[in-house]
């Protein structure tokens, strides 16, 4: 019924993030009516990136140039280093404008069922990065998951030997959250956590 490019592109579109089959067909769709004012653009756009973004040798974001736009940035709090798990998640942090500090990205978590250990992730990289001294916090921002409370209980192991503070990001109730409507373990992770 139609031909192999849209397939192929509808097939591509589906295997981005939050957009299934159904999904990709109604972008595909759109896209192919407007060719000249969403498509191209959109591919040259594609192309650009893909040519101009490369990874941060220091902190492992995604930028244009190496360093990192936050890592060149005289401006920020070396003394504060955020571990993240992938690089939304800096975007994410960034957005609130309420850290001034610097970054490191792990790409990922542990997982022993996807078969991630701990080489498969940034984490030499990290240990280097407070090693050479200068970093009095790390502050470990990993998501509220099993695998994330994984690694960041390793992560404070490894750390721990670096005679460096290490914290983590407050779990419990969301601003404008009602107690009624939130599980018992977040209820039990907002008691443990209060202040």
Not at 97 to 116: C, E, I
Request: aromatic content about 2%.
């Amino acid at each position: 019924m139609i031909g192999p490019e849209v397939e192929r592109l509808m097939k591509l579109l589906a295997r981005v993030p939050g957009l299934g089959p159904r999904s990709a067909r109604r972008a595909a769709l759109a896209l192919l009516k407007k060719r000249e004012s969403l498509m191209l653009p959109l591919g040259e756009a594609l192309a650009a990136a893909a040519a101009a973004v490369k990874r941060c040798g220091i902190c492992g974001t995604l930028d244009t140039t190496d360093p990192c736009g936050v890592c060149a940035d005289p401006a920020r709090d070396g003394g504060a280093l955020c571990v993240v798990e992938d690089v939304a998640d800096l975007w994410a942090i960034e957005r609130t404008g309420a850290f001034r500090g610097r970054y490191h990205v792990l790409g990922g978590t542990l997982s022993a069922l996807d078969g991630r250990g701990p080489d498969q992730l940034n984490v030499s990289g990290l240990l280097a990065r407070v090693r050479s001294g200068g970093i009095g916090e790390v502050i470990l921002a990993l998501n509220a998951t099993v695998d994330g409370q994984t690694t960041a209980h390793y992560l404070q192991d490894r750390l721990a030997e670096l005679q460096v503070k290490v914290s983590r990001l407050a779990h419990g109730v969301p601003v404008g959250g009602e107690l009624d409507y939130l599980d018992d373990g977040t209820l039990t992770a907002a008691l443990r956590a209060r202040r």
